[in-house]
Nanobody, 121 residues
Framework: QVQLVESGGGLVQAGGSLLLSCAAS????????MGWYRQAPGNQRELVAV???????NYADSVRDRFTISRDNAKNLVYLQMNSLKPEDTAVYYC???????????????WGQGTQVTVSS
């Protein structure tokens, strides 16, 4: 059973920082892209940042230059360093990964349970 488990959410004042972590566990062959999404109340889930297994990154315009995504391939971990947080960053943050359970060209999307990030003004 593949699982993604997030940690690191919480309450922070505007201008502060938080580090989110996500660990992939279980039996699988490889992990391809890993990323972070967020969903605020009344809004659709949106991409925050994604990183390939080779380290290429992509960010939403709203977080570029404030957030940094990174990963540890050996430990199947992905991180999201969030700096200069704003109240509009308040949301549930979800870890996402494309994981191949067996060797081959196909991988499937998995989601973590989500972690709440609240930024007070």
């Amino acid at each position: 059973q593949v699982q993604l488990v997030e940690s690191g959410g919480g309450l922070v004042q505007a201008g502060g920082s938080l580090l989110l972590s996500c660990a992939a566990s279980g039996s699988f062959s490889r992990v391809d892209d890993m990323g972070w999404y967020r969903q605020a109340p009344g809004n659709q889930r949106e991409l925050v940042a994604v990183i390939s297994s080779g380290g290429s990154t992509n960010y939403a315009d709203s977080v570029r230059d404030r957030f940094t995504i990174s990963r540890d391939n050996a430990k199947n971990l992905v991180y999201l360093q969030m700096n200069s947080l704003k109240p509009e960053d308040t949301a549930v943050y979800y870890c996402n990964a494309e994981i191949a359970k067996v060797a081959g060209p196909f991988s499937f999307q998995y989601w973590g349970q989500g972690t709440q990030v609240t930024v007070s003004s």
